[in-house]
């Protein structure tokens, strides 16, 4: 989820850019009291982002607007929130607004159930006067610094001194965040999270690798420092991070060559699909170019609502199909069932239009993602890709240095990545909602979908 630039696609972006720098403290390693592989594994647990009442049309609750959330433990007496991952964000905050009166009452219980930061629990603690707002492409929050002790549940992994936001108020946001993007002396003036794990030595270096899982599985991580090779098929291809634009923050940037739609009847590659893209984990959809979007809608025989949803008929759904994402060195193939969004009656594509004025030109959120096994790489600045697929677990540490992941290579048969298995071609009458009230909840959390902010 990206902070907001004056535009729909706006990426996380701090309105009060983080404040000034906290007076330096002491960083104490951990390295010095336990025996550290130089890399942290985290389970993904699944959430569902909120669904505000203020969203008219959204009346299907949107069981497939799923956030990815990993488990932290806070203060001196090690206090478990849990907070959704974001690779379109720079900033961590915990606490949000769980009583707001637009979430549902399961909203309300979910967001209460992922935990709460109790400073005055903590004797740690350092709570600030300093105070900052972001604001996603969906939610705002005003967050004030706090400096505290930031650890792993159940393991003896403890980073002193790590400066976080708690939430004096909030609005549309029933989950707090890990913002896994650029922090000292890129995007903020501070130390975030991806920054102290690297300067306290819990890591070699400033990257991690993400694999969400597939849509209709469990048993997604994130490796901060490390790769599991036994999470994806082939080599690692590694391409550049691009440079920002002028007045835009530093992201997860890379150049895409194309995209194709591939199924057994068709086969059609889109014009006019060389295009900077943004990976976004904190996003449900893709947000694509409309001409890009249009053509696609015509591939699925989609029908557009007033709010941009493409709405297709499910029997895509166990079909044999994909779109192909291809970038330098490697191509994802999505299978139709991770790329399209269902809450069991009605589906929608994973992706929206949207035409650029700010300099980004595209973003791949979730509906992308769950295909690819993906390394965000700070201290190289590169991303580095391959086609997702589950055959065990082995993780291993990224060295220090500059060959980064180039030493990997997936253990799994590319034969065995995960695709829709039943084939029954195609698509007959879209059936859609009476009103445009359905699948919009599906998205509703989507406009973090635009989170670029």
Same mark, same amino acid.
Request: net charge negative; glycine share 8%.
């Given at each position: 989820?990206?902070?907001?630039?004056?535009?729909?696609?706006?990426? &996380?972006?701090?309105?009060?850019?983080? &404040?000034?720098?906290?007076?330096?403290?002491?960083?104490?390693?951990?390295?010095?009291?336990?025996?550290?592989?130089?890399?942290?594994?985290?389970?993904?647990?699944?959430?569902?982002?909120?669904?505000?009442?203020?969203?008219?049309? &959204?009346?299907?609750?949107?069981?497939?607007?799923?956030?990815?959330?990993?488990?932290?433990?806070?203060?001196?007496?090690?206090?478990?929130?849990?907070?959704?991952?974001?690779?379109?964000?720079?900033?961590?905050?915990?606490?949000?607004?769980?009583?707001?009166?637009?979430?549902?009452?399961?909203?309300?219980?979910?967001?209460?159930?992922?935990?709460?930061?109790?400073?005055?629990?903590?004797?740690?603690?350092?709570?600030?006067?300093?105070?900052?707002?972001?604001?996603?492409?969906?939610?705002?929050?005003?967050?004030?610094?706090?400096?505290?002790?930031?650890?792993?549940?159940?393991?003896?992994?403890?980073?002193?001194?790590?400066?976080?936001?708690?939430?004096?108020?909030?609005?549309?946001?029933?989950?707090?965040?890990?913002?896994?993007?650029?922090?000292?002396?890129?995007?903020?003036?501070?130390?975030?999270?991806?920054?102290?794990?690297?300067?306290?030595?819990?890591?070699?270096?400033?990257?991690?690798?993400?694999?969400?899982?597939?849509?209709?599985?469990?048993?997604?991580?994130?490796?901060?420092?490390?790769?599991?090779?036994?999470?994806?098929?082939?080599?690692?291809?590694?391409?550049?991070?691009?440079?920002?634009?002028?007045?835009?923050?530093?992201?997860?940037?890379?150049?895409?060559?194309?995209?194709?739609?591939?199924?057994?009847?068709?086969?059609?590659?889109?014009?006019?699909?060389?295009?900077?893209?943004?990976?976004?984990?904190?996003?449900?959809?893709?947000?694509?170019?409309?001409?890009?979007?249009?053509?696609? &809608?015509?591939?699925?025989?989609?029908?557009?609502?007033?709010?941009?949803?493409?709405?297709?008929?499910?029997?895509?759904?166990?079909?044999?199909?994909?779109?192909?994402?291809?970038?330098?060195?490697?191509?994802?193939?999505?299978?139709?069932?991770?790329?399209?969004?269902?809450?069991?009656?009605?589906?929608?594509?994973?992706?929206?239009?949207?035409?650029?004025?700010?300099?980004?030109?595209?973003?791949?959120?979730?509906?992308?993602?769950?295909?690819?096994?993906?390394?965000?790489?700070?201290?190289?600045?590169?991303?580095?890709?391959?086609?997702?697929?589950?055959?065990?677990?082995?993780?291993?540490?990224?060295?220090?240095?500059?060959?980064?992941?180039?030493?990997?290579?997936?253990?799994?048969?590319?034969?065995?990545?995960?695709?829709?298995?039943?084939?029954?071609?195609?698509?007959?009458?879209?059936?859609?909602?009476?009103?445009?009230?359905?699948?919009?909840?599906?998205?509703?959390?989507?406009?973090?979908?635009?989170?670029?902010?």
């Amino acid at each position: 989820m990206s902070p907001r630039l004056p535009t729909l696609l706006a990426l &996380a972006l701090p309105v009060i850019n983080a &404040a000034s720098t906290l007076p330096p403290r002491e960083i104490s390693s951990i390295a010095d009291s336990i025996e550290n592989p130089g890399f942290i594994s985290f389970p993904i647990h699944r959430g569902t982002k909120s669904l505000s009442a203020r969203d008219a049309t &959204a009346s299907l609750v949107n069981d497939d607007d799923t956030s990815y959330l990993i488990e932290l433990a806070f203060g001196s007496n090690a206090q478990s929130v849990k907070v959704a991952i974001d690779t379109g964000s720079d900033e961590l905050f915990v606490n949000p607004n769980c009583n707001d009166r637009d979430f549902s009452s399961a909203i309300q219980k979910a967001c209460t159930a992922d935990g709460e930061y109790e400073p005055n629990e903590s004797t740690t603690a350092n709570v600030t006067t300093q105070t900052s707002e972001i604001v996603y492409g969906s939610g705002a929050v005003e967050i004030q610094y706090v400096v505290d002790s930031v650890g792993i549940p159940g393991t003896s992994t403890n980073m002193s001194n790590v400066q976080f936001g708690m939430a004096i108020n909030s609005e549309d946001l029933n989950e707090g965040i890990l913002g896994l993007g650029f922090g000292e002396g890129v995007n903020l003036n501070y130390s975030n999270f991806v920054d102290q794990l690297a300067a306290q030595k819990v890591t070699n270096t400033k990257a991690f690798s993400v694999a969400l899982g597939t849509s209709d599985t469990a048993g997604g991580s994130v490796i901060f420092g490390g790769v599991d090779t036994k999470k994806f098929s082939g080599s690692l291809a590694s391409n550049a991070i691009q440079d920002p634009v002028s007045g835009d923050i530093q992201r997860y940037s890379v150049q895409m060559n194309s995209i194709t739609f591939k199924n057994d009847s068709a086969t059609t590659k889109y014009a006019d699909t060389d295009v900077s893209v943004v990976l976004d984990t904190g996003s449900s959809l893709c947000e694509l170019p409309t001409s890009i979007v249009s053509a696609m &809608a015509t591939s699925f025989g989609a029908q557009e609502d007033s709010s941009g949803l493409l709405y297709v008929d499910c029997s895509y759904q166990s079909s044999d199909g994909s779109l192909d994402f291809a970038f330098p060195g490697v191509t994802i193939s999505v299978p139709f069932s991770d790329f399209i969004l269902s809450d069991g009656r009605e589906c929608v594509l994973g992706v929206q239009a949207f035409d650029s004025d700010s300099g980004i030109t595209a973003l791949l959120g979730d509906s992308f993602l769950r295909s690819a096994y993906v390394v965000f790489d700070q201290t190289n600045m590169l991303i580095s890709m391959a086609q997702y697929v589950n055959c065990g677990t082995n993780e291993q540490a990224i060295p220090a240095g500059t060959g980064g992941v180039s030493g990997f290579t997936g253990e799994c048969s590319s034969n065995s990545t995960s695709s829709s298995s039943s084939k029954s071609k195609s698509a007959g009458d879209v059936t859609r909602p009476a009103a445009a009230a359905s699948i919009v909840g599906l998205v509703a959390g989507l406009a973090a979908l635009v989170a670029l902010v």
